[in-house]
């Protein structure tokens, strides 16, 4: 294993631990992804059956993007979390890390007509940055999968309509911030929607555009450079495991 493998490996660990600490993990279901450096076409997911609380570096299983175990890898794995992660890492290899969850608050947006609507801070760095793809049923076949890359696009993340929410970033630490700041922004826009259903400030287009310049202008580095270092200290603290 190489010492980049390594580092995806315990960033990957910490991402699901960060995860079953704010509730966002849904049984056993669902699945963050992390592309392996050096090895294109292949990636690490979790192991079927596992709680995201129970992922470690060192039970992470590597697979291609046609959901196959490489050799000397054992599973179990669940093949319908590769009919999603295996398609956007074949289409978007500029992504590192993919995350595909069911939240609650991402099912809330996913159930909303408007979308993510530029009515807080948070918002405003991801509204038009979304893709959307309708709720075909349970199963992704070949032809699902090529127009839910289509939808995707170059896009942050995708609303998965009546389903949940597909996240992308350059690192494990910038998919995981923009989830963060995601789940932060349904939550305002919900409870200003209950507040005041017909009436609540939203900033302007314009401004909107302004301040996506700001926090995407050129040179910027990836989101989530900052807070990362910070929120591996605090699973060190409560789940010393992760790295293990």
């Known amino acids: 294993m190489t010492d980049a493998e390594a580092l995806v490996r315990r960033d990957l660990a910490a991402a699901y631990r960060l995860c079953a600490r704010r509730g966002w993990d849904d049984m056993v279901w669902t699945h963050l992804s992390a592309a392996i450096p050096g090895q294109p076409g292949s990636y690490l997911i979790n192991r079927f059956g596992l709680r995201f609380s129970e992922v470690c570096a060192s039970n992470l299983v590597r697979v291609n993007l046609q959901g196959q175990l490489l050799p000397g890898e054992t599973g179990p794995v669940n093949p319908s979390g590769f009919a999603i992660h295996g398609c956007v890492h074949a289409a978007r290899p500029d992504a590192l890390c993919v995350m595909h969850l069911h939240t609650l608050w991402g099912q809330i947006l996913a159930g909303l007509p408007q979308g993510l609507l530029p009515c807080s801070q948070p918002a405003l760095r991801l509204v038009g940055r979304l893709g959307r793809h309708p709720y075909e049923g349970l199963a992704f076949g070949a ?10 696009g170059h896009r942050d993340g995708l609303i998965l309509d009546n389903h ?12 995981f911030v923009l989830l963060h700041f995601l789940e932060r922004a349904v939550q305002i826009q919900s409870h200003l929607m209950a507040a005041s259903p017909n009436r609540f400030l939203q900033v302007s287009p314009e401004v909107t555009a302004l301040t996506q310049q700001q926090w995407l202008g050129a040179g910027q580095t990836p989101e989530g450079q900052d807070e990362w270092p910070a929120l591996l200290r605090s699973v060190a603290e409560t789940d010393p495991d992760f790295a293990n």
């Open 164 to 175: 949940g929410i597909l996240m992308l970033g350059r690192t494990v630490a910038e998919a």
């Open 143 to 152: 032809e699902e999968q090529a127009r839910l890359a289509s939808a995707l």
